[in-house]
């Protein structure tokens, strides 16, 4: 099939970016998007041009590296699914595609669609350490944690950390992000020790690197490639509220963060 | 140290806490409201007895005003924050935007939320510091007094409501903070932390209706009296 392409190029942080018309031809549908961006860049450079920058790893969507806003949604649209895994059958011969990187303050372009998200990495610094006993081997089952909550802290570990919540928010909030990583905590004995400290401390880092505030629009969840829900934030907002009424402040030892 | 006035106050969380607190209050004297209006529907007697039970308690009604004017100031106070601080996280816009999943009310509760406040201070000004330039009816909502001596509630809705323009404008207000509503009578359970996928849909078809019950509440007042049902 033939497309065409409208690709946001931006030289650097600096500069300022505009949507580009790029025809991709051939693209075959068994092709995963990020292969059709492939053969794209492989025409440029044979043409002398510049290829268009974007970000992957895995490329079987796990690393939550691949990130992109395609027709105005992140990861493209199809439910719980990467843009490393969508695959060109889900487009049409002639189809025109538009594709920018996350747009928020937190993640600033760096280069045509990647961005930096070191923001999250900052984050989950500033969620500090779990307390482990030191010591021999524990025994296998001498900290018995529940199917539920053995369960729920899964579905929380499965975010990726890729941004798409922060991307599809109208308020480029990432909500959904720091939600997963207390909630996946939070919900574990090992990780209870230090639930107020780190929820107190993750919001604010959060606040501080610029991200929006949670308008309970579902967006972020629809987006989500790991389909991570919406609970978790009340959860968090749940974590937060303990540690106000605990009047717990921010930062209550030095290290760990 | 006493963290708690900055962990509610300055963080985005804590705002949230204050949005929902104050929403929920307000969501009640909404009720409350409605249910003492209804009483137009049992003639002049109950609703004046009712309206002069509540003026002549001073002793209640100064706290309650002032009250509901902290719990809106503290709501205004939040939404205006949080909004700068939505509009700052997203400096350059999308070139093409699909608002996935979110449904209308909860994109628009601004601007909803906006409207209201300005019809809110149009009520006020027309049927409790009764101002006569904007009634529009020409009288003097002061001095319409019942058998009674009480002040005659009855023939001052009557009255008011008999303007189509302002019985229009009534609708559309109640119309929007119902849409107003029906997002923030469920996501206020999310904010505070009370909801979860066993209870959250439920609760979003709650708010869905009870928005459209507290909207028929309201506007079967105007609409009866449009309609001569009431006189
Ligand atoms: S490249 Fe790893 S998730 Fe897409």
Redesign the pocket.
Known sequence: MNLTLKVWRQKDARSQGRLETYQAANVLADMSF?EMLDVVNEELIAKGGEPIAF????????????SMMINGIAHGGLRGT????LHMRHFHDGDTIVIEPWRARAFPVIKDLVTDRGAFDRIIQAGGFVSVNTGGTPDANALPVGKTEADRAMDAAAC?G?GACVAACKNASAMLFVSAKVSHLASLPQGRAERERRVLNMVRVMDESGFGNCTVTGSCEAVC?KEISLDFIAQMNREYGQAILKNSGPRQSKGGD | MNHAPRNLFCSSVGKKYLMAGTGAAMVLFVIGHMAGNLQMFLGPEAINRYGHFLQSNVELLWPVRLSLLAIISVHIWSAAKLTQENRAARPSAYEQWQPTAASYASRTMLMSGIIVGIFIVYHLLHYTVMVKAVNFAGTDFHSLTDPEHRHDIYRMVVIGFQQPLVSLFYIVGVGLLCLHLSHGMSAMFQSLGWKNRACGPCLDRAARWGAVVIFLGYVSIPISILLRLIQ
């Open positions: 990020l970000d992957s790893d895995c490329r079987e969507g796990i690393c939550g590296t691949c990467t843009v490393c895994q990726i890729c490639p």
